[in-house]
Each structure stands twice: as structure tokens, then as C-alpha cells.
T-cell receptor
Framework: GENVEQHPSTLSVQEGDSAVIKCTYSDSASNYFPWYKQELGKRPQLIIDIRSNVGEKKDQRIAVTLNKTAKHFSLHITETQPEDSAVYFCAAKNDYKLSFGAGTTVTVRA | NAGVTQTPKFRVLKTGQSMTLLCAQDMNHEYMYWYRQDPGMGLRLIHYSVGEGTTAKGEVPDGYNVSRLKKQNFLLGLESAAPSQTSVYFC???????????????FGEGSRLTVL
């Protein structure tokens, strides 16, 4: 099955700086790569996603890049704000199943 | 439109007891999933269903059973609860992938289960 690895597990950044989270996946058949944000005690919510036929996608301060050859994808958050503090999960979808990374706890310091 | 609703939200069980978690969605989604979330381990797929009357095993199916008798409902059962099943359980649903639709997962609010 699919194996998704995510790094780092924790990330502390100064407000206004950028944050980068990296993920690798194992199954070359995976074709959909979403990122979810989970605030404490809440459900995961989709923040951005990318399909396998696209290399990069941007939505305001958030961007995702995908390298299919190397089987890795990254989340970039620019101009971080306190409300960006949360746990972020990457995921890879193959067929019907979505496999998640272990998560990155992001803390934005004021 | 309530989205994905899970019941109960909290439950405490003793080892060996049984229980059922109910997931209901009102978005007419074909696919439904049960995940468990444990600290440092992300979300792990327990079972999933690609349509009414169908179920399949995920990464960590042992100790759980599921049923999808109606399209809108997906039940997760624990026949004999163990402390290792203490976790937060999330149900999710997804439409079939089609033009303009990536198959995004929509999550319920979660159910916190403690097994003593």
C-alpha cells in the first residue's frame, strides 16, 4: 500500500516568515495530493490540493509543489500569521484510498 | 445541509464491551471512510466503502467491523473493545472523482473513544 512520510514533525516560525513542509510517497500510481489543516479539537479541513498532472498550485499565501519523478510534494506558507498555527497533514490518493502523513505541528511565534 | 455527522461524540467503554459508531452524510456521496487518529501517527484508514452494500479493509482493520446498508450511513463496530482502541475516530465521505471534482474528503467532527 501507499506510504506517506512527512517532515518535519514540528516547526516553529516567527510571524511573517515562511514555513515549508515536505512529504514523500511510495506508490507511483497515486494521483491526488491534498493538504489538510487541523486545529486543536477540530476536524481536518482541506486547504489546498494538487493533481498529478500539475507541478505547482498557489492560493494566496499557500502553495504546493509536486515532483512526480522524485515522488515528493511540499507545502509552502508565506507571511505566516498566528492563525496558521495548527497541525498540517499531507496525503496521497491512489484509487479510492487516501493515505496520510503523520502530521506537522506548526507554531507561529508572535 | 449538515454534511458528515458522527454519533456519539464521546464514549467510555470497559475492556470487552461492544459499541457502534454511526456516521451519516447528506451529500449523496458514494465513498465513505473510517479513520482513527492517534498522537504522532496521523490518520490511519480502518475500513472504507465505495458504495451501498460494499465495504473493504484499510490499513488497520483488525478488531473492527463495518456495514453500509444505506448509502448515507456507514457504521463502525467494535465487538470486544481493547485499550489499544482508545483513539479519536473520524468518518469521512467523498464524491466520486469526475470532471471538476478531485474527490476531496469531507470529515465529521470526530468521536473520542476511551477504553479502560
Amino acid at each position: 500500500g501507499e506510504n506517506v512520510e512527512q517532515h518535519p514533525s514540528t516547526l516553529s516560525v516567527q510571524e511573517g516568515d515562511s514555513a515549508v513542509i515536505k512529504c514523500t510517497y511510495s506508490d507511483s500510481a497515486s494521483n491526488y495530493f491534498p493538504w489538510y489543516k487541523q486545529e486543536l479539537g477540530k476536524r481536518p479541513q482541506l486547504i489546498i490540493d494538487i493533481r498529478s498532472n500539475v507541478g505547482e498550485k498557489k492560493d494566496q499565501r499557500i502553495a504546493v509543489t509536486l515532483n512526480k519523478t522524485a515522488k515528493h510534494f511540499s507545502l509552502h506558507i508565506t507571511e505566516t500569521q498566528p492563525e496558521d498555527s495548527a497541525v498540517y497533514f499531507c496525503a496521497a490518493k491512489n484509487d479510492y484510498k487516501l493515505s496520510f502523513g503523520a502530521g506537522t505541528t506548526v507554531t507561529v511565534r508572535a | 445541509n449538515a454534511g458528515v455527522t458522527q454519533t456519539p461524540k464521546f464514549r467510555v467503554l470497559k475492556t470487552g464491551q461492544s459499541m457502534t459508531l454511526l456516521c451519516a452524510q447528506d451529500m449523496n456521496h458514494e465513498y465513505m471512510y473510517w479513520y482513527r487518529q492517534d498522537p504522532g501517527m496521523g490518520l490511519r484508514l480502518i475500513h472504507y466503502s465505495v458504495g451501498e452494500g460494499t465495504t473493504a479493509k484499510g490499513e488497520v482493520p483488525d478488531g473492527y467491523n463495518v456495514s453500509r446498508l444505506k448509502k448515507q450511513n456507514f457504521l463502525l463496530g467494535l465487538e470486544s473493545a481493547a485499550p489499544s482502541q482508545t483513539s479519536v475516530y473520524f468518518c469521512a465521505s467523498s464524491p466520486t472523482r469526475s470532471t471538476g471534482n478531485t474527490g476531496e474528503l469531507f470529515f465529521g467532527e470526530g468521536s473520542r473513544l476511551t477504553v479502560l
